[in-house]
């Protein structure tokens, strides 16, 4: 099993779409948990932490199910400007050094008119 | 703009050629970072360092060669690189161990090598 496992996407979606990613780790010692959004040919960009009780941010919320092992992206009222691969980053997916972070494989949106 | 200032922007070397590429932040950040990028692929960590130690090497081969001076500073000197190592090198640090965020990357907009 990967350390970090995402939905395999691409997703293509209309202007106002609402969509949702998954994720999922394989350390339950994991304790920080990230959403990034890269842009083609940019660098990774921070999107949102991930809380366990669940954090939102305009027309993102984030979700963490540690029992499960498991982490949700929600965008609601998608914009053309969301299209990007959405990362999922987990840290000590694997060990328990400071800074160990994984990335997921990440999953492609398109948002359409 | 980043925060994170990476250079060059693009570099294309030969398999016997020395190269460097260079890192800086000005924000504070105890903990930077080395990963590697391929197309499509997402970031693979390579190094990290904490309060300017390296703490991380994941099993990188020695072809590799990092340095960081000072807090500021992350070096990654290229030698003797094979074309398969062609990718984006991508810089990133992070507030120190214990604060908040500190697991928090800010990323360069990366060095793009090519090794012909």
């Known amino acids: 099993r990967k350390e970090v496992e995402q939905d395999p996407g691409p997703f293509n979606v209309p202007e106002g779409a609402t969509v949702a990613f998954n994720c999922t780790y394989s350390n339950s010692a994991s304790q920080s948990f990230f959403w990034y959004r890269q842009d083609c040919r940019k660098e990774p960009k921070l999107l949102m932490s991930?809380?366990?009780s669940g954090n939102e941010d305009g027309r993102f919320t984030a979700q963490l199910n540690r029992a499960s092992q498991y982490i949700s992206l929600l965008i609601r009222d998608s914009k053309l400007s969301d299209s990007a691969t959405y990362l999922c980053?987990?840290?000590?997916?694997?060990?328990?050094?400071?800074?160990?972070?994984?990335f997921g494989q990440g999953t492609i949106l398109t948002v359409h008119p | 703009d980043t925060e994170v200032t990476q250079t060059p922007k693009h570099l294309v070397m030969g398999m016997t050629n020395k190269k460097s590429l260079k890192c800086e932040q000005h924000?504070?950040?105890?903990?930077m970072y080395w990963y590697k990028q391929k197309a499509k692929k997402p970031p693979e960590l390579m190094f990290v360092y904490s309060y300017e130690k390296l703490s991380i090497n994941e099993s990188v081969p020695s072809r590799f060669s990092p340095e960081c001076p000072n807090s500021s500073l992350l070096n990654l000197h290229l030698h003797a690189l094979q074309p398969e190592d062609s990718a984006l090198y991508l810089c990133?640090?992070?507030?120190?161990?214990?604060?908040?965020?500190?697991?928090?990357?800010?990323f360069g907009a990366g060095s793009r090598l090519t090794v012909l």
């Open positions: 991930v809380y366990s």
């Open positions: 980053v987990v840290n000590n997916a694997g060990g328990t050094s400071y800074g160990k972070l994984t």
């Open positions: 990133a640090s992070s507030p120190q161990p214990g604060t908040r965020g500190a697991n928090v990357l800010t």
């Open positions: 924000m504070g950040h105890r903990a």
